[in-house]
Nanobody
Framework: QVQLVESGGGLVQAGGSLRLSCAAS????????MGWFRQAPGKEREFVAS????????YYADSVKGRFTISGDNAKNTVYLQMNSLKPEDTGVYHC????????????????WGQGTQVTVSS
């Protein structure tokens, strides 16, 4: 069993930055791809970014390209999401996910999910 714990969310003004972290409990995390998804109130969960275990492959939703950066530190079993130039439409609960079938933009291909961290961007 793998537990994922997100942190780093909060309230920020438009144009500001936040860095989210996702720490995995399992020491042996080799081979797992990681993804970030978000869900705004009244909307479906949507893909944000994903990264392969090696870090050599990354994918981003069109809405965040050029503003968000996903990275990982395998020694710390942690993945990060650096979010710059935040917009009100980036508001939502951000979840990290881990799976062996990735990196993917499809939520159902991820096995483990964190509880999420709230990001609120004010205009």
């Amino acid at each position: 069993q793998v537990q994922l714990v997100e942190s780093g969310g909060g309230l920020v003004q438009a144009g500001g930055s936040l860095r989210l972290s996702c720490a995995a409990s399992r020491r042996t995390f080799s081979g797992y791809a990681m993804g970030w998804f978000r869900q705004a109130p009244g909307k479906e969960r949507e893909f944000v970014a994903s990264i392969s275990w090696s870090g050599s492959n990354t994918y981003y939703a069109d809405s965040v390209k050029g503003r968000f950066t996903i990275s990982g530190d395998n020694a710390k079993n942690t993945v990060y999401l650096q979010m710059n130039s935040l917009k009100p439409e980036d508001t939502g609960v951000y979840h990290c996910a881990a799976g062996l079938r990735g990196p993917s933009t499809i939520a159902s291909l991820y096995t483990y999910w964190g509880q999420g961290t709230q990001v609120t961007v004010s205009s």
